[in-house]
């Protein structure tokens, strides 16, 4: 199958179509795939939208390349620019709030907005959510496709790899910029990429193959367990509200999924495991009182911290 099958394949032709454009080797193939379907009538408009972080001495350059890739090749473009503080344990968080908050200013209803990461993409993501101590959802890696505001970002490259669209841009000669930032390994998905994958290789082959098949097994165990959560306990899940008596002799695992798929339905960030043995113990293990409540942050702020108390017999779920 080719990337423009592909890329064909994930896009609806009637919808507003936006590429995220940060003018590097994929998005560059990206944009270039989206275009080609746009001359041959295969979709209705395109913009492309590039986000000037502000990170780096070329950082102007960079949108002056887009801006010169757009005018020649008549896409439509506009650029945002964001201020990220330069603490460095935050950074990429904040860069990434920055620009999916763009992202969602601009997305009307059904519209989709592309990404350009790939199959490499996916195996450093669930590296760091390893690292960082994941479940399930983490190894699931990242989605195809999943909602933001009104519309819904689209990965159609995600079963590609990083050689597979080098190929694609040295055969078409295509213009691209180096991200300078990509070589400082105070990020930790540099340091990753840079120093721990490349000396993993050397001895294991195809790990990014590999990840992808776990990521896939794992998304399916996640959404096999999530269908019979919501055909079981619909109620609870479209409430927030888990009637405490109905569930004494639900063994603790179950209520922590269920809890998990009431937050993630209602938007709110997933507790730590320590926090989550914190709500099973406080409500489910123990009676509680009225009194009784836990509550917890995202320290990257990504999403809205949540909060658990209880009235009477039930117990309550709710954004922060």
């Keep these: 199958m080719s990337l423009s099958t592909k890329l064909l394949d994930a896009l609806s032709p009637k919808n507003r179509i936006f590429v995220a454009f ?14 080609k379907a746009l001359k041959q009538k295969k979709i209705r408009n395109l913009k492309a939208i590039h986000i000037n972080h502000n990170l780096s001495k070329n950082s102007d350059n960079w949108q002056q390349h887009c801006e010169s890739f757009c005018r020649s090749n008549n896409i439509e473009f506009e650029s945002f620019m964001v201020e990220v ?6 950074i990429e968080s904040q860069a990434r709030q920055a620009r999916y908050k763009i992202f969602e200013s601009l997305l009307d209803e059904n519209d989709q907005i592309l990404l350009a990461h790939h199959r490499d993409d996916v195996f450093e993501t669930i590296l760091l959510r390893l690292f960082r101590g994941t479940g399930v959802d983490g190894l699931s890696g990242l989605n195809e496709e999943r909602s933001l505001g009104k519309g819904e970002i689209i990965r159609p490259f995600l079963n590609l790899s990083k050689s597979d669209l080098e190929i694609f841009i040295h055969k078409n000669d295509l213009p691209y910029v180096e991200d300078d930032t990509n070589l400082n390994n105070d990020f930790d998905r540099n340091f990753l990429r840079n120093e721990i994958i490349p000396s993993l290789e050397k001895r294991w082959s195809k790990l990014p193959e590999r990840a992808a098949l776990t990521s896939l ?7 096999s367990l999530d269908f019979m959560l919501e055909k079981n306990f619909k109620k609870e899940i479209s409430t927030g509200i888990i009637e405490r008596g109905k569930f004494i002799e639900t063994p603790s695992f179950l209520i922590e999924e269920l809890i998990r798929l009431i937050l993630r339905k209602k938007g709110i960030a997933l507790p730590s495991q320590k926090v989550l043995s914190e709500i099973m113990n406080v409500f489910f293990h123990k009676k509680p009182s009225n009194e009784s409540y836990v509550e917890w942050s995202r320290k990257d702020g990504e999403q809205i911290g949540g909060k658990v108390f209880s009235e009477h017999n039930d117990i309550i779920l709710k954004k922060k």
């Design 22 to 35: 940060s003018g590097g080797l994929d998005s560059t193939a990206l944009l270039f795939l989206c275009n």
């Design 85 to 90: 503080s330069k603490n460095r344990s935050s």
């Design 217 to 223: 097994t794992a998304k399916k165990k996640k959404l």
